[in-house]
C-alpha cells in the first residue's frame, strides 16, 4: 500500500520561501513519476512540478519556473519541493502523488496516489 504524507506548509510572507517534504513508503519507486500538485477552493487541482524517481528529470508548471526546485532522496524516499520568491497566488493546499511512467506527467487524474495535502499560506 502506497502511502504519501506532505509536511512543511505553513505560513511564509511573500517573498519569502518554503520547503515542502513528502514523505513516500510502500514499495520501490523507481519506475515512478513523483508530483506536486495545488488545490484552492472552487479550482481544479493544478500542477506544479514532478520528478522522475529514478533518472532523476523534472518538470515545472510555467507559473513556478525559475522560483522553485523539485528534488528526491531515494535513500530517505523523501521528495522535496523547496520554493522561493512566492506570491499571494501561491496559497493553496499543496499535494505530493506518484504514478508509473512519465505519460501525461502534468494531469492530476494520470496520478493514482496522493497524499492528504498541506496548506501554504503567502500573507503580504
Known amino acids: 500500500q502506497v502511502q504519501l504524507v506532505e509536511s512543511g506548509g505553513g505560513l511564509v510572507q511573500t517573498g519569502g520561501s518554503l520547503r515542502l517534504a513528502c514523505a513516500a513508503s510502500?514499495?520501490?519507486?523507481?519506475?515512478?513519476?513523483m508530483g506536486w500538485f495545488r488545490q484552492t477552493p472552487g479550482k481544479e487541482r493544478e500542477f506544479v512540478s514532478a520528478?522522475?524517481?529514478?533518472?532523476?528529470?523534472?518538470y515545472y508548471a510555467d507559473s513556478v519556473k525559475g522560483r522553485s526546485a523539485i528534488s528526491r532522496d531515494s535513500a530517505k524516499n523523501t521528495l522535496y519541493l523547496q520554493m522561493n520568491s512566492l506570491q499571494s497566488e501561491g496559497t493553496s493546499v499543496y499535494y505530493c502523488?506518484?504514478?508509473?511512467?512519465?505519460?501525461?506527467?502534468?494531469?492530476?487524474?494520470?496520478?493514482?496516489?496522493w497524499g492528504q495535502g498541506t496548506q501554504v499560506t503567502v500573507s503580504s
Open positions: 502523488a506518484c504514478k508509473v511512467g512519465a505519460l501525461r506527467v502534468p494531469r492530476a487524474s494520470a496520478y493514482g496516489y
Open positions: 510502500g514499495r520501490t519507486f523507481n519506475d515512478y513519476v
Open positions: 520528478i522522475s524517481w529514478r533518472g532523476g528529470a523534472t
